[in-house]
């Protein structure tokens, strides 16, 4: 916000503004040293000077929040004290409302009355956030595939903030919740409308992400950095990262599903640069893995509501054309649904017949990995499960899931 507009705010509106706006773009020292000279004005102690030591504790957990720090668990003490960063946030809470209630008494302090609410406001949106990243950690843990309920959930949460911390002073950490939200939205809405293999809405929705992410980055960066020439050594939260890699492996997802389609708009070594510099080049690592195996690989789908695509059951297959008959496989996967329902099951089948192996595995709900091969191949053939595991760990995006407790290096 231009210096010119904080000259028309409150004190008080403008140091807070100030601190969030430090918080917001990672420079939580510098949030802290406002808080120590604002504190070092006072020598009287009241509500607003207790709210500012809350704010020394805030610019911590924020730090932390935006480290990934939200689900780590620190050493416990000796009466094994929960110092999770979600119970840091409830800590800090409970204070706040402690000095909205010392305000109160205080009528004429309504300000701080009101600085205290919307703080209350922010925590309880941060805390319910810290739940969501739980739900995706988990989903990458049980790998269910239900992108549907972490639609509804980050729907919910971003209806329930609606008109939460909205005093001025908090406008730069209600814009980074905003964006976070925003993000998170598109990309599981987009993954939801890639498990039905809807083109346009899931480009629609990857698209949206990356212009929200693009957005919050120029809010990211420390301007002062900029002024100076060091926007090099700016490195971006880890959370931002993390939120990148999420768009990164959801676009390599969809450039995989749709390559067929993507192809058709552009050159074959233009179409290949640009699967080159995706997070992960699947289609490629199907080539790779065909030519050195001599296999025939496919992704498909047994969703009828699909019928109308003109390559129906196949999504994408390499060498583009194959022998099989995909209603074999369909009919090799409806014997067999009940195993595929344990995750990760990889199922062979052999017809001597055809002299042709088969092994597939579920990817997510209705859609299929099959390799098949025109030679009797052992089971757990180690390159086999090894590209099997990779494709469909890249395709389901569990590791990214997962380093939310592990970040990825």
Request: aromatic share 2%; glycine share 0%; hydrophobic share 35%.
């Given at each position: 916000m231009p210096q010119d507009f904080l000259k028309f705010m409150e004190t008080e509106d403008a140091f807070l503004h100030n601190f969030f706006s430090c918080t917001s773009q990672g420079c939580y020292e510098k949030a802290k040293e406002s808080v120590e000279r604002e504190r070092q004005s006072y020598k009287v102690i009241g509500p607003w000077q207790l709210l500012l030591t809350q704010l020394i504790q805030i610019a911590s957990a924020e730090k932390s929040y935006m480290e990934i720090g939200f689900l780590q668990n620190k050493n416990k003490g000796f009466l094994r004290k929960d110092n999770s960063l979600k119970a840091i946030y409830e800590?800090?809470?409970s204070e706040t409302k402690k000095i909205e209630e010392m305000a109160k008494v205080h009528m004429q302090d309504r300000k701080t009355i009101n600085y205290c609410q919307n703080v209350i406001q922010y925590l309880t949106a941060r805390t319910h956030l810290i739940d969501f990243y739980e739900k995706i950690y988990q989903l990458g843990l049980t790998k269910s595939f239900?992108?549907?309920?972490?639609?509804?959930?980050?729907?919910?949460?971003?209806?329930?903030h609606l008109y939460a911390f909205t005093?001025?002073?908090?406008?730069?950490?209600?814009?980074?919740f905003s964006f976070e939200c925003e993000i998170l939205k598109n990309l599981f809405k987009a993954m939801n409308e890639l498990q039905k293999l809807q083109f346009l809405p899931s480009l629609a929705l990857i698209h949206s992400a990356h212009t929200t992410l693009s957005s919050w980055k120029i809010k990211l960066q420390n301007r002062e950095t900029w002024k100076l020439g060091f926007l090099k050594n700016n490195q971006l939260p880890a959370l931002f990262e993390w939120l990148l890699k999420l768009k990164g492996a959801i676009l390599s997802k969809f450039s995989l599903y749709f390559h067929n389609t993507l192809a058709l708009q552009t050159s074959l070594s233009d179409m290949r640069q640009l699967c080159s510099k995706l997070l992960y080049d699947n289609y490629q690592k199907m080539i790779a893995f065909q030519k050195k195996n001599d296999a025939s690989i496919l992704i498909l789908s047994d969703n009828q509501t699909n019928e109308e695509n003109d390559s129906y059951p196949i999504i994408i297959s390499y060498p583009q054309k194959i022998n099989t008959d995909p209603d074999i496989i369909l009919k090799m996967?409806?014997?067999?649904?009940?195993?595929?329902l344990v995750v990760d099951k990889v199922i062979y089948k052999y017809l001597s017949q055809e002299h042709v192996s088969y092994i597939y595995t579920l990817i997510e709900p209705g859609i299929y990995l099959v390799l098949t091969f025109e030679n009797k191949k052992i089971e757990k053939d180690s390159h086999v499960i090894h590209f099997i595991t990779e494709l469909c760990t890249n395709l389901r995006c569990t590791k990214i899931f997962l380093s939310l407790k592990a970040p990825i290096k």
């Open positions: 800590s800090i809470k239900k992108y549907n309920e972490l639609v509804i959930s980050i729907d919910n949460i971003t209806e329930e005093d001025i002073s908090l406008t730069p950490i209600r814009d980074m996967i409806a014997d067999t649904s009940e195993e595929l």
